[in-house]
C-alpha cells in the first residue's frame, strides 16, 4: 500500500553534513528522511525556492523531454529500502501505457515538484526505515533540528554514521 507524501523541506546533517529531505505523510504526523546528494539537494531546493536559472538543469530538461513526448508523470513512489538505500519508481503514461522508470528517489521528488505530481512511500519503506518518525519532527527551527538528530542512534544514521 502506498502512503501519499508531501515534501516538507530540506535540512543537512549536522553529524555527516549530507542533506536530508524529509517527506511527511499527508494524513498523519509520520516523517521520512532521506538523506541525498548535494547536487541533488539542489535541484530540489531550486525547484521548491521556484528559482528560475538561465538554463535547463536536469530535471527541467526530463520535464521538457516528457511534455514534448506528450507523456504524463501520474506520480512517483519510494518503493524499497535496501541495504541502507532507497529506490524509487517514477510512473508515467504515454498514449495510455503505462510505464514505470526506476529512479534514485532525489531525481524522482525533483522531477515530481516540476511536473506537480504526487509523491507516494511504500508503508513497508516506512515500517522498515529506523529513521521514520512516527511523532512530528520538531518545527523546522535550526536547534531543535539538530537536537533531534543528535538523539539519532548511530544504528539510525545507517551507513552516514561516522
Known sequence: MEVEMKIRG??????????????????????LPIWVGAYEANAIALEIEKVSTPRPMTHDLIKNV????????????????????????????????VISIDSRPSDALALALRVDCPIFVED?????????????????????????????DDDDLGKYKM
Not at 535540512?11 to 499527508?26: H, Q, T
Not at 515500517?127 to 533540528?145: C, F, G, M
Open 10 to 31: 530540506l535540512m543537512m546533517d549536522p553529524v555527516s553534513n549530507m542533506p536530508i529531505v524529509l517527506l511527511k505523510d499527508v494524513g498523519s504526523d509520520t516523517v
Open 66 to 97: 516528457l511534455t514534448g513526448l506528450d507523456a504524463l508523470v501520474h506520480k512517483v513512489v519510494v518503493t524499497e529500502l535496501k541495504d541502507d538505500t532507497f529506490y524509487a519508481v517514477i510512473w508515467l503514461e504515454k498514449e495510455g501505457h
Open 124 to 152: 513497508e519503506v516506512l515500517k522498515t526505515s529506523k529513521q521514520a518518525a512516527a511523532n512530528p519532527i520538531p518545527a523546522v527551527n535550526s536547534e531543535e533540528l539538530r537536537k533531534y538528530l543528535e538523539d539519532l
